[in-house]
């Protein structure tokens, strides 16, 4: 086991030129989260039946329960530096090679639906001010999100550590737009606490029993998909960890990003429930908060919130571009993925896995044009893919502490609590997405077992190596199978 402060070694591929500092790898968690998220959740929240008390009651879940996530990469970075390749590593490591490749499969699937997600509510947001973008999925928004999708593409040829450095830039920009609307709501008093109490739990004022229109707890659980969505990214830098200059980096850029995203999230739940009601909030347009904004200080406010979105979503696109095509590129090294995802060039850019990626998200892009929801269809498909990554995260590291005990390593009592709290929020996550997301989820796993056969075909061993994985694999498509009969 290496020491912390030691340089990574990394992929061989990657010059040293080419590894990315603590300030970088923070820029890339900070600009990869704060997407399209903390515009949209409170709306999203709203129009799924969540009440201002539930609201913050998932928001609370949400924030001990991705700090726990957090802190479970924080001591996986530290006990297993050697682990170099984030979620795939871990669950590979945990539970065996075929699990571990779903892990990868699950995390690069969700990066591709959040790209075609920010690709659709970023040219909703360029519609307010050219009216011919539309909400964002019509035919001329299609053809301008494929030229911005291969011209990153272009750009992250040129080298990872140039396109880090861009993203350092937008990640301020996007920023700006953000501390704007929480000064503006405080400062001109558009915070009204009768609107925030008011109709608190979802009781209905014009009944006499006060009866709740969604039980609490299936509003808690309408607001999981928002508030997953709205912290995607947070493990960024465990992601690139291979590209780091130093291992401590991961783990102090980790936690350093998520700290500072959760205040910006809870300030701006808090101010936009005190300034406009349940039902007003649910019935505003993408992105919402430009119509909170508004209200507050007139049109202005509408187009400040817009360029933020335009800046917060390309700074997106470009971070979850290059987490996508790494994930697979750094499964594939480790001869999980076919041989073809290995490929790279003299910049140590993933060439085959970032052409099929966004060769991918180039076809979302056309089905997009057939749904009227699109941002939030594929933000909800985006989140419950991410969802068994972060449980499998999760779980290794409870397992990593219970060996570690046995084996008479005296662990802290923060281990412990961390351990089991990432692992029950992962169960929680999964439980609180529904059926029905779960059903699609296995429809999108699926593909993937023909990826991991054709990958061990190549280097000529057996498919699956334990009856357990075996059984999974059959799970799975007879899920997927059901769901697809459920549907026709």
Not at 169 to 177: A, C, E, G
Not at 221 to 228: G, Q, R, S
């Amino acid at each position: 086991m290496s020491d912390s402060n030691t340089p990574l070694s990394g992929p061989t591929s990657v010059p040293e030129e080419e590894k990315l500092s603590f300030t970088k790898l923070t820029a890339m968690i900070i600009g990869s989260t704060i997407g399209g998220g903390i515009f949209t959740t409170a709306g999203d929240m709203a129009s799924s039946g969540a009440h201002t008390g539930s609201v913050l009651i998932g928001w609370a879940i949400a924030g001990i329960g991705m700090f726990g996530l957090m802190m479970c990469f924080f001591g996986l970075n530290k006990a297993r530096p050697d682990l170099t390749n984030g979620v795939y590593s871990y669950a590979r490591e945990g539970f065996g090679e075929f699990v571990g490749f779903n892990s990868a499969w699950g995390y690069w699937v969700s990066a591709l639906l959040c790209n075609v997600s920010y690709t659709t509510l970023l040219f909703g947001a360029l519609g307010y001010f050219f009216p011919i973008f539309g909400s964002g999925n019509n035919i001329v928004s299609i053809i301008c999100a494929s030229v911005l999708i291969w011209l990153l593409n272009w750009l992250i040829l040129r080298g990872v550590q140039g396109a880090a450095f861009l993203n350092i830039i937008t990640t301020v920009s996007k920023l700006i737009p953000i501390l704007v609307f929480i000064v503006a709501v405080i400062f001109v008093r558009a915070f009204d606490p009768d609107i925030f109490f008011d109709n608190f739990w979802g009781t209905d004022a014009a009944s006499a029993n006060q009866t709740l229109r969604l039980p609490l707890l299936d509003q808690v659980k309408a607001t999981t998909a928002a508030t997953v969505w709205s912290f995607i990214g947070v493990e960024g830098a465990v992601v690139l960890s291979a590209r780091a200059r130093r291992t401590s980096d991961v783990g102090r850029a980790s936690l350093t990003g998520f700290l500072g995203i959760l205040a910006i999230y809870v300030m701006v739940a808090v101010l936009s429930m005190g300034v406009m009601t349940t039902e007003e909030l649910s019935a505003l347009e993408n992105p919402q908060m430009a119509g909170i904004l508004e209200s507050c200080v007139g049109p202005w406010g509408a187009w400040i919130v817009n360029i933020g979105v335009i800046l917060s979503l390309a700074g997106a696109l470009l971070g979850w571009t290059i987490l996508a095509a790494d994930c697979p590129y750094s499964a594939a090294q480790q001869g999980v993925f076919t041989k073809a995802f290995a490929r790279s060039n003299d910049k140590g850019s993933p060439t085959f896995s970032l052409f099929l990626t966004n060769g991918i998200v180039q076809f979302f892009l056309i089905v997009s044009y057939f749904s009227d929801s699109a941002y939030q269809v594929f933000y909800y498909m985006s989140a419950t893919m991410i969802m068994v990554p972060y449980l499998l995260s999760a779980l290794y590291y409870l397992k990593v502490v219970v060996q570690s005990s046995r084996d008479g390593t005296r662990q802290n009592i923060t281990s412990w609590v961390f351990a089991v709290l990432g692992s029950i929020y992962g169960v929680w996550m999964l439980y609180s997405s529904g059926l029905d997301q779960l059903l699609i989820s296995t429809v999108l796993y699926v593909p993937g077992i023909a990826v991991f056969a054709w990958g061990k075909r190549e280097r000529s061993e057996k498919v699956f190596r334990y009856s357990y994985e075996l059984i999974i694999a059959a799970v799975l498509v007879i899920l997927a199978a059901l769901y697809v009969i459920r549907i026709v």
